[in-house]
């Protein structure tokens, strides 16, 4: 109602829209605050970007060769063993890269690279490594790493090596004092390390080029794990075995060592695994063969011994024809005794409760032999895992789990086979037993020969054949080739990662214009106070703003003057013009208009206002006249030194016989004002403002004057103002900005709503100049 009453005052219209030139506009004013704090950030980027250290990025590609060649093996009960049929399983990748990124293969990496020395140029403003560039070379002979863990936290860890002449080396400890004199090949012992320093420069004419080098010795385990941190290993597909290495460092040359020597030593485990596989399996044969060996002396010297007592010569052609129908028969027994041989060694083996790998490639069956493969394999990756952590890992726990179900099934497929070739052996006794029943005529002496040289013969084949395997174990040793191929080696790209001068600066910039805009916003949002139109339309949107009055400096005059023209008198006269119109609205007889006014608290210029509205409406011609309704803190005194103990309002309420116009007083201001004073301060004054009285001096004020200003005492202090409202035409409510908190409007809001205080408008005091009005707002001003 308020709006549509009031629409000709300058009113803010709801709106959720985003006013963009308004936001920037509110922060335009701080455009000093935002030049400085970005230069600072833009000076500070320059000074990182200049002396901060390059980092540089490696990359290197290599491809996990699969090796076992022979797709994935089945169980007895159908369950694939390799998931990926011709290729390495995604368990089997995942563990490439668990091993490519260990703690041990980067530790391995970094002794084998002496990573842990590090040779520093202090010249510059910002220490610079030298690496290979370093003109000596330390060799450690012996590190205590206990004692030098004491020494970096001592400082004592860092040595600075200095050119004095030919041959001569000075080695400082700067953090204890100690100086060392030296010489290049020569024995240098510290309390943590003993080492020797070598010549590192090509040239050995211009060894006086460098003064002094630091040298810095780490932890291996320490330097290890910083390089384990900036590693990055990735698969570039997960159907391929493709592998992608990243690495950053300060020297791209260190980088690419790190990289080179990380595949060398990933290569170099590898082939040690299979190295170990190819020995347990030649140490297995060899074993065999010397049991059979012994086994074949055995049963050749029982054969000579046999004749030789039975004095018998070469029988067969008595009995070829008999023979030769059994041979068949004796042939695939020989086989099947290979086998039952074979597989009752392997039984053995694997009753024996051994953990180590099983021999392979013994000619059994294809089922069997990859379950061998398998096995050997997980029980490698077990062997790796625990050397970098316990039983208690969870891909160690997996693996004993798939280790024990090969083993069994490795144990129950040697027993199916060896069952089968049971069977397979009680057919060809069956069949063999019925020939012999032909040649049971035949002397016993002929059956034990046949009976000897049959074991001879088996004996012999095994021995062939586990001679075979052993060369075939010898060549596959001799041959075994890296397991990771390289695609690309180790390279940097020339060009620094960090810092990038572009998103340096542009962080610069950002936080150059973010830090100034989040204090500035941190400010508001913590300012409790109202500062502008803007706030106080927010916490009262059904309320009229008549007005904003100018904040004036302490030098300048609080009170307008006849032809002020100054920015307070113009504030004034558009008060005036929005009162005459809100009080044209609400006159409802030829009588004046009275205009109460108040404030919240104490302090927020309602006297100020009430002078100056008295003032201005004087000034255009009408009479006014302007009493002091505050019985407790009389203030029109201030302006008026000679109201301080006049008598007024109070004395006119308790003397019931003395006109009204005894009290009225002459304005200084203006000829066109008069001034009713508080009068006397009485003891009871919320009794007399509930008298008649009271409503009979407003009523005749009204009559005699076209304006009745009433400066009222504060309402949420004291009752002295709801229980007179009563009598306003118009409630001027005034409001300061910067004084009074946002959550006193509550009290305003819910004093109206409850019919408190009529007909009220707003009007917001002590306004900075960047805060006022519609014409700062929209940047408009006009000269005077």
Same mark, same amino acid.
């Given at each position: 109602?308020?709006?549509?009453?009031?629409?000709?005052?300058?009113?803010?219209?709801?709106?959720?829209?985003?006013?963009?030139?308004?936001?920037?506009?509110?922060?335009?004013?701080?455009?000093?605050?935002?030049?400085?704090?970005?230069?600072?950030?833009?000076?500070?980027?320059?000074?990182?970007?200049?002396?901060?250290?390059?980092?540089?990025?490696?990359?290197?590609?290599?491809?996990?060769?699969?090796?076992?060649?022979?797709?994935?093996?089945?169980?007895?009960?159908?369950?694939?063993?390799?998931?990926?049929?011709?290729?390495?399983?995604?368990?089997?990748?995942?563990?490439?890269?668990?091993?490519?990124?260990?703690?041990?293969?980067?530790?391995?990496?970094?002794?084998?690279?002496?990573?842990?020395?590090?040779?520093?140029?202090?010249?510059?403003?910002?220490?610079?490594?030298?690496?290979?560039?370093?003109?000596?070379?330390?060799?450690?002979?012996?590190?205590?790493?206990?004692?030098?863990?004491?020494?970096?936290?001592?400082?004592?860890?860092?040595?600075?090596?200095?050119?004095?002449?030919?041959?001569?080396?000075?080695?400082?400890?700067?953090?204890?004092?100690?100086?060392?004199?030296?010489?290049?090949?020569?024995?240098?012992?510290?309390?943590?390390?003993?080492?020797?320093?070598?010549?590192?420069?090509?040239?050995?004419?211009?060894?006086?080029?460098?003064?002094?080098?630091?040298?810095?010795?780490?932890?291996?385990?320490?330097?290890?794990?910083?390089?384990?941190?900036?590693?990055?290993?990735?698969?570039?597909?997960?159907?391929?075995?493709?592998?992608?290495?990243?690495?950053?460092?300060?020297?791209?040359?260190?980088?690419?060592?790190?990289?080179?020597?990380?595949?060398?030593?990933?290569? =170099?485990?590898?082939?040690?695994?299979?190295?170990?596989?190819?020995?347990?399996?030649?140490?297995?044969?060899?074993?065999?063969?010397?049991?059979?060996?012994?086994?074949?002396?055995?049963?050749?010297?029982?054969?000579?011994?046999?004749?030789?007592?039975?004095?018998?010569?070469?029988?067969?052609?008595?009995?070829?024809?008999?023979?030769?129908?059994?041979?068949?028969?004796?042939?695939?027994?020989?086989?099947?005794?290979?086998?039952?041989?074979?597989?009752?060694?392997?039984?053995?083996?694997?009753?024996?409760?051994?953990?180590?790998?099983?021999?392979?490639?013994?000619?059994?069956?294809?089922?069997?032999?990859?379950?061998?493969?398998?096995?050997?394999?997980?029980?490698?990756?077990?062997?790796?895992?625990?050397?970098?952590?316990?039983?208690?890992?969870?891909?160690?726990?997996?693996?004993?789990?798939?280790?024990?179900?090969?083993?069994?099934?490795?144990?129950?497929?040697?027993?199916?086979?060896?069952?089968?070739?049971?069977?397979?052996?009680?057919?060809?006794?069956? =069949?063999?037993?019925?020939?012999?029943?032909?040649?049971?005529?035949?002397?016993?002496?002929?059956?034990?020969?046949?009976?000897?040289?049959?074991?001879?013969?088996?004996?012999?084949?095994?021995?062939?054949?586990?001679?075979?395997? =052993?060369?075939?174990?010898?060549?596959?040793?001799?041959?075994?080739?890296?397991?990771?191929?390289?695609?690309?080696?180790?390279?940097?790209?020339?060009?620094?990662?960090?810092?990038?001068?572009?998103?340096?600066?542009?962080?610069?910039?950002?936080?150059?214009?973010?830090?100034?805009?989040?204090?500035?916003?941190?400010?508001?949002?913590?300012?409790?106070?109202?500062?502008?139109?803007?706030?106080?339309?927010?916490?009262?949107?059904?309320?009229?703003?008549?007005?904003?009055?100018?904040?004036?400096?302490?030098?300048?005059?609080?009170?307008?003057?006849?032809?002020?023209?100054?920015?307070?008198?113009?504030?004034?006269?558009?008060?005036?013009?929005?009162?005459?119109?809100?009080?044209?609205?609400?006159?409802?007889?030829?009588?004046?208009?009275?205009?109460?006014?108040?404030?919240?608290?104490?302090?927020?210029?309602?006297?100020?206002?009430?002078?100056?509205?008295?003032?201005?409406?004087?000034?255009?011609?009408?009479?006014?006249?302007?009493?002091?309704?505050?019985?407790?803190?009389?203030?029109?005194?201030?302006?008026?030194?000679?109201?301080?103990?006049?008598?007024?309002?109070?004395?006119?309420?308790?003397?019931?016989?003395?006109?009204?116009?005894?009290?009225?007083?002459?304005?200084?201001?203006?000829?066109?004002?008069?001034?009713?004073?508080?009068?006397?301060?009485?003891?009871?004054?919320?009794?007399?403002?509930?008298?008649?009285?009271?409503?009979?001096?407003?009523?005749?004020?009204?009559?005699?004057?076209?304006?009745?200003?009433?400066?009222?005492?504060?309402?949420?202090?004291?009752?002295?103002?709801?229980?007179?409202?009563?009598?306003?035409?118009?409630?001027?409510?005034?409001?300061?900005?910067?004084?009074?908190?946002?959550?006193?409007?509550?009290?305003?809001?819910?004093?109206?709503?409850?019919?408190?205080?009529?007909?009220?408008?707003?009007?917001?005091?002590?306004?900075?100049?960047?805060?006022?009005?519609?014409?700062?707002?929209?940047?408009?001003?006009?000269?005077?």
């Amino acid at each position: 109602m308020a709006k549509e009453k009031y629409k000709y005052l300058p009113v803010a219209e709801d709106s959720n829209d985003i006013n963009v030139r308004e936001i920037l506009d509110k922060y335009k004013r701080f455009w000093p605050w935002f030049v400085v704090v970005t230069a600072i950030f833009l000076a500070a980027a320059v000074a990182f970007i200049k002396y901060a250290p390059n980092h540089y990025t490696s990359v290197a590609s290599i491809i996990i060769n699969d090796e076992k060649g022979n797709g994935g093996a089945r169980t007895s009960n159908g369950f694939d063993v390799d998931l990926l049929s011709g290729g390495l399983s995604s368990n089997s990748m995942a563990n490439e890269l668990g091993l490519l990124t260990s703690k041990r293969l980067m530790f391995n990496t970094v002794k084998a690279l002496d990573l842990n020395i590090q040779y520093l140029n202090n010249t510059d403003f910002v220490a610079q490594p030298l690496y290979d560039s370093s003109p000596i070379k330390v060799e450690i002979l012996r590190l205590d790493e206990q004692k030098l863990r004491q020494a970096i936290k001592n400082e004592t860890n860092i040595l600075t090596v200095g050119y004095k002449g030919p041959g001569t080396l000075q080695v400082t400890n700067e953090a204890s004092g100690t100086k060392i004199d030296a010489e290049f090949n020569t024995h240098v012992d510290l309390d943590f390390v003993d080492f020797v320093i070598k010549n590192n420069t090509a040239d050995t004419t211009n060894i006086s080029s460098w003064t002094e080098v630091n040298v810095k010795f780490l932890p291996i385990k320490s330097v290890a794990a910083a390089y384990n941190r900036k590693l990055q290993v990735e698969l570039i597909d997960d159907k391929a075995t493709l592998i992608k290495l990243r690495l950053t460092d300060r020297v791209p040359k260190r980088a690419e060592d790190v990289l080179n020597q990380l595949i060398f030593e990933y290569n =170099r485990e590898a082939i040690e695994d299979k190295n170990l596989i190819a020995k347990n399996t030649a140490d297995f044969i060899d074993e065999r063969l010397s049991i059979i060996n012994s086994e074949l002396d055995s049963v050749e010297s029982g054969k000579e011994s046999f004749k030789q007592v039975n004095r018998l010569t070469d029988i067969g052609a008595e009995s070829s024809m008999m023979i030769q129908n059994v041979s068949e028969y004796n042939k695939q027994q020989q086989q099947v005794a290979t086998q039952l041989e074979v597989t009752g060694s392997m039984l053995s083996y694997l009753d024996s409760g051994s953990n180590d790998l099983l021999p392979a490639n013994l000619g059994l069956e294809s089922e069997t032999n990859g379950f061998v493969t398998n096995y050997n394999d997980l029980i490698i990756k077990r062997d790796k895992l625990l050397a970098g952590s316990t039983n208690k890992n969870p891909l160690v726990v997996s693996l004993n789990e798939q280790i024990d179900l090969l083993r069994s099934n490795v144990k129950q497929s040697l027993l199916n086979q060896r069952q089968n070739l049971v069977i397979q052996k009680e057919s060809l006794r069956k =069949r063999t037993g019925f020939i012999g029943s032909q040649i049971a005529r035949m002397p016993g002496q002929e059956r034990q020969v046949r009976g000897i040289e049959r074991q001879q013969s088996i004996k012999e084949s095994l021995y062939l054949f586990l001679l075979q395997k =052993r060369e075939e174990n010898t060549l596959e040793l001799s041959v075994t080739g890296p397991k990771a191929k390289i695609v690309d080696n180790a390279s940097s790209s020339g060009g620094t990662i960090s810092p990038s001068p572009k998103i340096v600066l542009g962080a610069a910039v950002i936080l150059g214009l973010l830090l100034p805009f989040l204090v500035i916003r941190g400010k508001e949002l913590l300012n409790n106070k109202i500062n502008s139109r803007e706030d106080l339309e927010k916490l009262t949107k059904n309320l009229t703003i008549l007005g904003e009055l100018p904040s004036i400096k302490t030098k300048d005059s609080e009170l307008i003057t006849t032809n002020d023209r100054s920015v307070l008198a113009e504030a004034f006269r558009i008060l005036s013009a929005n009162l005459q119109f809100v009080g044209a609205s609400q006159k409802t007889s030829d009588a004046g208009v009275s205009i109460f006014v108040t404030s919240t608290v104490k302090g927020e210029g309602k006297t100020f206002v009430s002078t100056n509205m008295a003032i201005t409406l004087a000034s255009t011609g009408k009479k006014v006249v302007l009493v002091g309704g505050d019985l407790r803190n009389p203030q029109l005194q201030r302006y008026q030194k000679s109201l301080d103990k006049a008598l007024g309002v109070s004395d006119y309420l308790v003397n019931k016989e003395q006109e009204l116009d005894t009290y009225l007083q002459n304005s200084e201001f203006h000829e066109n004002l008069r001034v009713l004073p508080s009068g006397t301060i009485p003891p009871n004054p919320a009794e007399l403002l509930q008298t008649n009285r009271l409503r009979t001096m407003l009523s005749e004020l009204k009559q005699n004057y076209d304006y009745v200003i009433v400066d009222t005492a504060p309402a949420l202090l004291v009752a002295d103002t709801f229980l007179i409202n009563k009598y306003a035409d118009l409630t001027l409510y005034v409001t300061r900005a910067n004084f009074t908190e946002k959550k006193l409007m509550e009290f305003t809001t819910d004093a109206v709503e409850n019919g408190k205080l009529k007909n009220l408008n707003l009007v917001l005091n002590d306004v900075a100049q960047r805060n006022l009005g519609y014409g700062s707002k929209y940047g408009y001003t006009y000269g005077v």
